[in-house]
T-cell receptor, first 109, second 112 residues
Framework: QKEVEQNSGPLSVPEGAIASLNCTYS??????FFWYRQYSGKSPELIMF????GDKEDGRFTAQLNKASQYVSLLIRDSQPSDSATYLC?????????FGTGTRLQVFP | EAEVAQSPRYKITEKSQAVAFWCDPI?????LYWYRQILGQGPELLVQ????????DSQLPKDRFSAERLKGVDSTLKIQPAELGDSAMYLC??????????FGQGTRLTVV
């Protein structure tokens, strides 16, 4: 079992819709959870982090964490074509920052 | 705005040659990571430093890769000899202390 798992996609949503990206992790001791956005050919850019169970909102982005289910998600409201990118979930477990393989999001006009 | 600096941005090398990458983390960041990312995959952790000490290098191919962070500031990752399968993006990231990590622009390595 991979330590951090994501559906590779692509996830296609129309402009203005809500995009929902999901991630599961295997280490129950994980403490910190991150979402990165990566455009093609570029390096990952941190967009959200969450440490406690529940929801955390920042603009159009909402991160959701459920430690009991070992599940973290990212919601993007009012999706824009500029949101088209690969979204990487990352988790700190035993002091290492481990990434999933990423979900490719495509927002079409 | 503080940034993680990496050089070079692009490197083409012949197989069996040596290659080195440099990273200067954000000032004051104790944790430094080197990742390798193959196209279509997520970043794979190669080595993690806490100050000048290696915290994890379990995925570093030690027969050909080496990494150092001598004064706990900047870091160098070396490959010798390079193989065709080493072609990838090499990413450096830094973090205040095991919290959110910030990436440099990366080095795109092509081994021919």
């Amino acid at each position: 079992q991979k330590e951090v798992e994501q559906n590779s996609g692509p996830l296609s949503v129309p402009e203005g819709a809500i995009a929902s990206l999901n991630c599961t992790y295997s280490d129950r001791g994980s403490q910190s959870f991150f979402w990165y956005r990566q455009y093609s050919g570029k390096s990952p850019e941190l967009i959200m982090f969450i440490y406690s169970n529940g929801d955390k909102e920042d603009g159009r982005f909402t991160a959701q964490l459920n430690k009991a289910s070992q599940y973290v998600s990212l919601l993007i409201r009012d999706s824009q074509p500029s949101d088209s990118a690969t979204y990487l979930c990352a988790v700190t477990g035993t002091d290492k920052l481990i990434f999933g393989t990423g979900t490719r999001l495509q927002v079409f006009p | 705005e503080a940034e993680v600096a990496q050089s070079p941005r692009y490197k083409i090398t012949e197989k069996s040659q040596a290659v080195a990458f440099w990273c200067d983390p954000i000032s004051g960041h104790a944790t430094l990571y080197w990742y390798r990312q193959i196209l279509g995959q997520g970043p794979e952790l190669l080595v993690q430093f806490q100050d000048e000490s290696v915290v994890d290098d379990s995925q570093l191919p030690k027969d050909r890769f080496s990494a150092e962070r001598l004064k706990g500031v900047d870091s160098t990752l070396k490959i010798q000899p390079a193989e065709l399968g080493d072609s990838a993006m090499y990413l450096c990231a830094s973090s205040p202390r095991n919290t959110e990590a910030f990436f440099g622009q990366g080095t795109r390595l092509t081994v021919v």
